[in-house]
């Protein structure tokens, strides 16, 4: 444990590719599937968000993903085009769209998930009870800053 109080440059470097390498895997297992509909890493992150949000507005969605309109836009229509996510109008303020995942959204996120779920699930499963916990700890301290 005292080792970690004086993280060298180069300890810093390989935690940062093993986040990467983390990364590149857990998103390439789906890639076989995504491509088949012609959507991409971004299309993945947006379900990712509907999914676990339900009634997400496109401002909150646009926040979270921290992208512009722009960006966003052609990911949207595509997924709406496919019929994977729908809008409806707030009922509070009837300029505001929430998204949903449609019924083929639910069944194709439901897909991914599974094959996503593999990797992760036996990595957790592999590993001691504590070092996921501090794990899963280390990642928010991450994504909090």
């Given amino acids: 444990m005292k080792d970690l109080l004086y993280l060298k440059d180069e300890q810093i470097k390989d935690f940062i590719q093993l986040l990467y390498y983390a990364y590149r895997e857990t998103y390439s ?7 088949k509909k012609f959507f991409g890493p971004a299309h993945l992150r ?9 009634g997400i507005s496109l401002g909150e969605l646009i926040y979270k993903l921290k992208i512009t309109k722009q ?17 409806q109008k707030d009922d509070s303020d009837t300029r505001k769209k929430k998204l949903f995942l449609d019924k083929d959204g639910k069944i194709f996120f439901d897909i991914i998930y599974k094959k996503q ?3 992760i699930f036996n990595a957790l499963k592999n590993s001691e009870p504590e070092s996921v916990v501090k794990f899963k700890e280390v990642l928010k301290k991450i994504i909090n800053g």
């Fill in 29 to 35: 297992d789906p890639k076989d599937i995504l491509s």
């Fill in 46 to 54: 947006a379900l990712n968000l509907i999914e676990s949000n339900p």
């Fill in 71 to 87: 960006s966003i836009n052609r990911v949207i229509r595509d997924l709406l085009k496919s019929k994977m996510i729908k809008q």
């Fill in 117 to 119: 779920k593999k990797r």
